[in-house]
């Protein structure tokens, strides 16, 4: 038995027995993922996973079993590798952050400049991704500190921490007719072809939420991943753009409308796994974000059960 198994059958669950999905997480092939599988039952004694043919369906009663052990032992594994960093490298190191790209384009600057001034020593890496990329790399332990929206919240294995509430703004070309439009409305909206995020993103969700709930069904020509192509699109003309307002900042070529009273608030959170030993800078970074929380509340929360997301004033 070894880690990599252990790591393999962890991922199994986490991407729903798609062993190419698993493989992809791993760096590794599928013929190597499922030697492996077959190597540890056979070492075993037991069937961990419930097959159909090559295919994988579910995991076993020893599967299951297994895999509560396999999380139990990983999780060490990585508390015993950091432990010597913790207390040699308090000042120095890596902080890897997964995020949207929205957050590492508009948001993250101010509070990296300031982290730098404090920690010139710490080298920072961003990641950008999906929520779902985002939630998968802190529990692969690939990244420190996620930045997303709800889906961190909800993840029982996080502790989430707020970061700010947010609203969705609409661009529009200059003299576009919806800019007289008082009050703006989704019926006004709802009549010009529209270009916003794809779904699962940068609250999607609630543009959507929101048009259903008026019997709406906008005419979405074109769905992207951030705001910057969303721009790009809405000055050619194909159509107006639903964007994150802190995406407006500093837009000269786009006039941006107000929409808040249209669309439900969105809150960016920051997500860290639940009981993992961290670096000093790690608790520092959430504190700039947040200074509404104290490092031995952040710590406390971290490290023992508790709530899943912290709603403290932002």
């Known amino acids: 038995m070894n880690f990599q198994q252990l790591k393999i059958i962890r991922e199994a669950a986490r991407q729903d027995y798609n062993l190419t999905e698993v493989a992809n997480m791993l760096f590794t092939s599928q013929s190597g993922v499922s030697r492996h599988i077959r190597e540890l039952e056979e070492e075993l004694g037991i069937e961990i996973f419930i097959r159909r043919g090559k295919r994988l369906l579910g ?11 396999a999380e139990r032992i990983l999780n060490e594994a990585s508390s015993v590798r950091r432990l010597a960093d913790l207390f040699t490298n308090e000042d120095s190191g890596v902080l890897t952050i997964a995020t949207t790209h929205t957050q590492a384009r508009y948001s993250l600057p101010v509070v990296i400049k300031a982290f730098r001034g404090l920690f010139p020593e710490v080298r920072l ?31 029982p294995s996080m502790v989430a ?22 009050p703006l409305t989704l019926d006004d909206i709802s009549r010009w072809p529209l270009i916003t995020y794809r779904q699962g993103i940068t609250g999607r969700s609630r543009i959507d939420e929101a048009f259903a709930r008026r019997g709406l069904n906008p005419d979405i020509v074109l769905s992207a991943q951030d705001s910057d192509v969303v721009k790009t699109y809405v000055e050619l003309g194909l159509g107006i753009g ?44 959430i504190e700039i974000c947040n200074p509404a929380l104290s490092i031995d509340e952040i710590k ?14 932002i």
Request: negative net charge; hydrophobic residues 40%.
């Open 59 to 69: 995991m076993t009663e020893p599967g299951k079993a297994l895999l509560v052990i």
């Open 125 to 155: 890496e961003l990641i950008q991704g999906t929520p779902q990329e985002i939630e998968s790399l802190l529990h692969s332990g690939a990244a420190d500190i996620g930045i997303a929206s709800e889906r961190l919240s909800t993840d």
């Open 161 to 182: 921490y707020p970061w700010f509430r947010w609203y969705h703004s609409l661009l529009v070309p200059p003299g576009h007719p919806l800019i007289q439009s008082n």
């Open 242 to 285: 639903l964007v994150a307002s802190q995406a407006c900042v500093g837009e000269d070529q786009l006039v941006h409308l107000n929409t808040q009273h249209l669309f439900d608030t969105n809150t960016v959170w920051l997500g860290l796994r639940r009981g993992q030993l961290q670096r000093n800078y790690v608790w520092r970074f």
């Open 300 to 313: 406390r929360l971290a490290l023992e059960p508790g709530e899943r997301a912290i709603d403290y004033q």
